[in-house]
Each structure stands twice: as structure tokens, then as C-alpha cells.
């Protein structure tokens, strides 16, 4: 089963070379009962370490089954120990936060089927500790442990059980149950070999060799080897290399577990995270909120809409005070409408101040003198009441539509409908409401009164004139042409000399502005987005801290689950499993502290906000980056961690 040839092994320690093993040969065969005695510092458990592949030799041969272990690489010698050794610890090695049948389970983690509750109960009964299944190793005795790391070592079934020094720590009855059960094991055709400074469990061993200075000092046959059938190995079949689904469940289960022991350091450790993600929702709903207020502020200025104003007629190229200044009038209005091609429709504005009354309420508002087109060109249709007909404007009638804050200072909770009030001491009647607008800048686009321009112009201001034209085009395309054939209109019936064209005319075009303002608050929320983002960063550092002292803290448990069988691949998932426990974690939290601040600040301070699936999933999935990201390189430093230097570790 076993032989080795002319085995090595050798140890740097600073500038010196420290041979342990120099230059051992020997067979073992199946169903053997072999013990290996020496005194401290002799080799013998750096040979048994070599035996069960737990080390490597610096020189020699080793065959197993006819299989030479130095041509297989770390993953293959895992799989190995994980299917045909067993291996039972002076020390016990067992994980103190998990149960006794967990324990025992441990190995099948990297086998099959995960923990196997009905497995552990069964060796556990064999090894009479039925009724501690469910009890933590804390809460055993030094016996227990031991024979919940005897059950442990049986779990795969295994050819070959290695004891290191199995009763070293135990009281006399202890040892003497621990024999037992390893004759019986030995008894079933298992191989055992152990190790062991006790000259009385030496000649209980079927064979005996003797150790000193890392040479075999005797080899003696205590009692006869039986002829045994048992096969060289269980003979399963190898795992796909993918990983099953139930196998991420478990490290994933696992993780929690780990959370759950060390509840202070993990949740310090979720914090940044919680604070990151949460920042990073609270921003994106605000910055969201604030856009969709923009958008809508903007919807209300029109689409497709272009703003004529007049300016002045430089002299001798420089605008000054004796400047010609243009007044634009209604038949420049008429003119832009008939002539310029791709016009839908056109309105004057007559703009101007004045004292509203109405019983024995005043207040001084904007007033709006404008035509009929306005309500659609303007997105200005009334919600109670009507507006005023081109009829009305022909009339110079005295009707006026009002906006909210006029309504609510003037009328409070009475309907304006049908009232007559005051404009500059003239009465006029209210048809109908303006819809809400909202402010502005400085502005409240609320707070005005619109009037027919006819009206405005004649009998509340004293002018022939409008202050500006709204244009409507009818396709956004057009746009820039439609802008060009005004000026030239304009400028044509003017005359306007080509060097004074720049300050003649002004068209503002609303929807560049709309752009403008629109590119702004998408810059403003990606800003506002990223630096919430860099607490992320900053608690994803947090976890790879938290996580490297995680693996100094643990070394010793990553070495037991190597030497049961874990892959690289498997110590790399479970760590990396971890990390992502803890960053989804806090990511969840994180969204919920992220809504609940955003609800909150919608409330208090009336805020719009805008919570969309799209940033709570980009949050989330962030955050599960993050713990991917730096819990690699933790993961990683686990995952190379040599299987007998890490149970060294102290």
C-alpha cells in the first residue's frame, strides 16, 4: 500500500539547513497496525506528515497504491487525503462554532453532498457520543473531542487512518477507549498508523518502528498481519470541475455562520459598506428627483419653443445709450407668423407689474398680456375655468386667468370662477385658473395673471408695443432654420446694417437651454454618485483588512480543512463566500437605510425624490462587487496557505 525510498526532508532556518528525515525506506501494507516511536526531535511526525501527504520530502520516492505523490499537484493530493486518509490530531482540530456532527461532516463538504446530519449521527453513535450530537466541541471533554475527530476520520470511509499522538492529552480511561477504537477500525481492515511517545500504546501495534536522529533505528513485527480483502480505495468518481449549486449554498451558509460568531468585528465591517450603498441610493433618488422637478419646470416653458426679443441698433458699431432701440409690434408678429416657413404657431407677451385687489385683499403680481396660442404654445391649458378667445383680444375684453399663489393670497379657499377683481383699478373678470408651475430660479411662475395682450397693452400699460414673441416650430429639426429665417425677417423689415445685426435681435432657443440645464443635473447626480461611491471603496478596504485578519486568525482551521480534503478552489470559495456574505449584507441594509433616507427627506423637507429599481439594483450589485473584489486577494493568501505549515501555526 504504502512505500517510500531513501526519503528527505530538510528545513531552512535562516542561513542553517536542519535535515529531519535522512534518507528512510520502508513499506507498509494493507490492514497494518504500525506505530512509530522516537523521542522529540527524531522525525517521526514529520514522517507521518510526509505519509499522509499532508508534506512533501525534499528527496526520495513515495508510492501509493502504485501512484507516485510527487508527480500530483497540491489539488490532486487534496483529493487523495479527502478520499482514501483519515486523519486524527493530537490537538483534535475541531471547529469550536459548529456542532459535533458538523464536525464530523466536515470532509463531505468537499465530497458530495455537504453536511450530512444522518452520517455524523451514525458515527457519533459508533463512537458512543450519541447524545453530544448536537453539542459544541467547547462543551465536550478532551475524550470527546477525540472521538468526534475518530468519527471525523471515518466519514469518506478512508484506507488509512494516521493518529498523531491520539492520546497525548487524555486521562487514563480516555486512552484506553481511544485504543479500543482503533483496534476495532484496524479490526475492519483499516489501515492504521500512529504516532506516539508512549511505550505501552507502542506495543499494542502490530509493528513497530523506531526512530532517531531521522533515520529508522528498528523495525520490528510485534504480531502478525491478517490476510485482508479490502480494496486499495472507495473508488468514487472524481467532481466535476464545476461547482454544484448546493456546494456554493453551503460555503454561502458557512459564511453566515462566520458572521454570526464574530457579530462586533462583522458588523463593523458591513458598515462601510452600509454606508456607501447607502449613500449611493440616497443620491441617486435625490439627484432623480431633482432632474424629474427640472424636467418638469421645463415641460411647462413649451417644446420646440424659440423666444424673439428686441435689443438695439448699434451707432458707428458700438451700442450706446442714443442707441435706436427696437420695439417690437403686432404687425412683426403677423410678419414672422406669414413669412417664416416651419412656424406652427406664434404669441406675443406684454409684460409688466401692477396692484391686484379684490374686497379687501391686495397683492402686487406679475401680469401677462398675451394671445390665445399661449395656453398651448406655453403648456398653459386652465384647470378650472377657460381662457380668454381671440374674440376677447380683438375686444381688448377684461377677462384675466390667475395663477395659484394668486388665487391662494386673493381668493384662499374660494373659487376665483366668475369674480371680478382689481388690476390697476380696473375691473376685471376671472374665466379660469393657470396649472401649476412651480418656480423657477428667483421666480414664481405662479404668482402672475395673464390677460388678453390687446388689453394689457391699451388700457393697463399705455403701449403700442410687446416685450417679446414666443415661437412655436413645428419640428424640433427645424429649429435652427426657422431661428436664421426670423432674424432675416427681422433684420429686413429694420434694415438693419449687417454690422449691427448681432444686437438687433436675441432668439433664445429653450430647448438648447433645456439641454443645457438637463446635461447639468445628469453631471450634478453622476458627481453626487460618485463620491458616495468612494465610501464604498472605502469599506470594501474595511473588509479586505477585516478579512486578512480573518485568515492570520484562522490559519490553523484552513490547514485542517486542507488535510480533509479541501481544494485550493474550496478555501479560495469559502473565504471569498464570506467576504461576499458580508458586503451583501450591508448592501441590503444599506438600501434600506438608502430609502428610508430618501422618504425621510422627501417628508421634512419636501424634496422630490425618485427611488428607480435601476439604483437599487445597481447598489446592490456594487455591493457584491466590492466584496468580490477585495475579498479576493484575501481569499487568495488563504487559499495558498501549505497544509502542514498552516496546522503549525500559531
Not at 526531535?41 to 513515495?62: A, C, R, V
Not at 386667468?401 to 383699478?425: A, D, H, Q, W, Y
Not at 373678470?429 to 428667483?442: C, F, I, M, S, W
Amino acid at each position: 500500500m504504502i512505500e517510500i525510498k531513501n526519503i528527505r526532508k530538510s528545513y531552512q532556518m535562516g542561513e542553517t539547513t536542519v535535515h529531519v528525515l535522512n534518507g528512510i525506506s520502508l513499506q507498509i501494507e494493507r490492514g497494518d497496525f504500525v506505530a512509530i516511536m522516537g523521542p522529540s526531535g527524531s522525525g517521526k511526525s514529520t514522517l507521518m506528515h510526509i505519509l499522509g501527504l499532508l508534506d512533501i520530502p525534499t528527496e526520495g520516492s513515495y508510492l501509493l497504491n502504485g501512484r507516485e505523490v510527487s508527480t500530483l499537484s497540491e489539488d490532486e493530493l487534496a483529493v487523495i487525503r479527502r478520499e482514501e486518509i483519515g486523519f486524527i490530531f493530537q490537538q483534535f482540530n475541531l471547529l469550536s462554532r459548529i456542532e459535533a456532527w458538523k464536525n464530523v461532516s466536515l470532509p463531505l463538504l468537499y465530497s458530495a453532498d455537504g453536511y450530512n446530519l444522518e452520517r455524523g449521527r451514525e458515527l457519533l453513535t459508533q463512537v458512543g457520543l450519541a447524545d453530544r450530537i448536537d453539542h459544541k466541541s467547547n462543551e465536550l471533554s478532551g475524550g470527546q473531542q477525540q472521538r468526534v475527530a475518530i468519527a471525523r476520520s471515518l466519514v469518506n470511509n478512508p484506507a488509512i487512518i494516521f493518529a498523531d499522538e491520539p492520546t497525548g492529552n487524555l486521562d487514563s480511561k480516555s486512552e484506553k477507549e481511544i485504543i479500543e477504537i482503533l483496534h476495532r477500525l484496524n479490526d475492519q481492515g483499516i489501515t492504521v498508523i500512529i504516532v506516539t511517545h508512549e511505550d505501552s500504546i507502542a506495543q499494542q501495534a502490530k509493528r513497530l518502528i523506531r526512530l532517531r536522529d531521522g533515520v529508522v533505528q528498528s523495525d520490528e513485527r510485534q504480531r502478525p498481519l491478517e490476510q485482508t480483502n479490502i480494496p486499495l480505495g472507495p473508488g468514487k468518481p472524481a467532481r466535476p470541475p464545476k461547482l454544484p449549486w448546493k456546494e456554493i449554498i453551503e460555503h454561502l451558509h458557512q459564511g453566515f455562520q462566520t458572521l454570526a460568531a464574530n457579530k462586533i468585528r462583522s458588523s463593523l465591517s458591513m458598515l462601510g459598506i452600509l454606508i456607501g450603498v447607502a449613500a449611493v441610493v440616497g443620491m441617486l433618488a435625490l439627484g432623480a428627483g431633482a432632474q424629474k422637478s427640472i424636467e418638469k419646470q421645463l415641460s411647462s416653458l413649451g417644446s420646440n419653443l424659440l423666444v424673439l426679443r428686441a435689443g438695439n441698433v448699434r451707432v458707428g458699431g458700438v451700442v450706446t445709450q442714443e442707441s435706436s432701440r427696437i420695439r417690437l409690434s403686432m404687425e412683426d408678429v403677423m410678419a414672422v407668423k406669414n413669412q417664416v416657413v416651419g412656424i406652427r404657431d406664434v404669441s406675443p407677451s406684454s409684460t409688466g407689474r401692477a396692484q391686484v385687489t379684490y374686497l379687501d385683499k391686495n397683492w402686487n403680481t406679475t401680469i401677462l398680456g398675451v394671445t390665445p396660442s399661449f395656453a398651448k404654445i406655453r403648456a398653459s391649458e386652465p384647470i378650472y375655468g377657460r381662457f380668454f378667445s381671440d374674440d376677447e383680444n380683438r375686444k381688448r375684453a377684461l377677462v384675466a386667468v390667475v395663477g395659484i399663489t394668486v388665487v391662494r393670497e386673493l381668493f384662499g379657499n374660494k373659487s376665483p370662477i366668475g369674480e371680478m377683481i382689481k388690476i390697476n383699478k380696473v375691473n376685471f373678470r376671472v374665466v379660469g385658473v393657470l396649472p401649476e408651475k412651480g418656480t423657477a430660479g428667483p421666480q414664481d411662475q405662479d404668482d402672475r395673471i395673464v390677460v388678453p395682450v390687446s388689453t394689457a397693452m391699451y388700457r393697463l400699460f399705455g403701449r403700442n408695443y410687446v416685450d417679446s414673441v414666443d415661437v412655436e416650430v413645428a419640428r424640433a429639426e427645424d429649429i435652427p432654420a426657422v431661428q436664421d429665417s426670423i432674424l432675416e425677417v427681422m433684420n429686413g423689415r429694420y434694415r438693419v446694417p449687417l454690422s449691427a445685426q448681432g444686437d438687433a435681435f436675441q432668439i433664445f432657443n429653450m430647448a438648447d437651454i433645456q439641454k443645457a440645464v438637463d446635461a447639468s443635473s445628469k453631471t450634478m447626480a453622476l458627481l453626487l454618485s460618485s463620491i458616495a461611491a468612494i465610501s464604498l471603496v472605502v469599506g470594501g478596504i474595511g473588509i479586505m483588512n477585516i478579512m486578512l485578519v480573518s485568515v492570520t486568525e484562522r490559519t490553523k482551521e484552513i490547514g485542517l480543512r486542507k488535510a480533509v480534503g479541501a481544494r485550493r478552489r474550496d478555501i479560495l470559495m469559502q473565504f471569498l463566500a464570506e467576504s461576499i456574505v458580508v458586503s451583501v449584507c450591508g448592501g441590503v441594509l444599506g438600501i434600506l437605510f438608502g430609502v428610508g433616507f430618501s422618504v425621510l427627506m422627501a417628508k421634512l423637507l419636501g424634496w422630490t425624490v425618485v427611488i428607480s429599481s435601476a439604483s437599487v439594483l445597481i447598489s446592490f450589485g456594487f455591493s457584491a462587487l466590492v466584496g468580490i473584489v477585495f475579498g479576493s486577494y484575501p481569499a487568495q493568501k488563504a487559499s495558498k496557505l501549505h497544509p502542514i505549515e498552516a496546522l503549525r501555526y500559531e
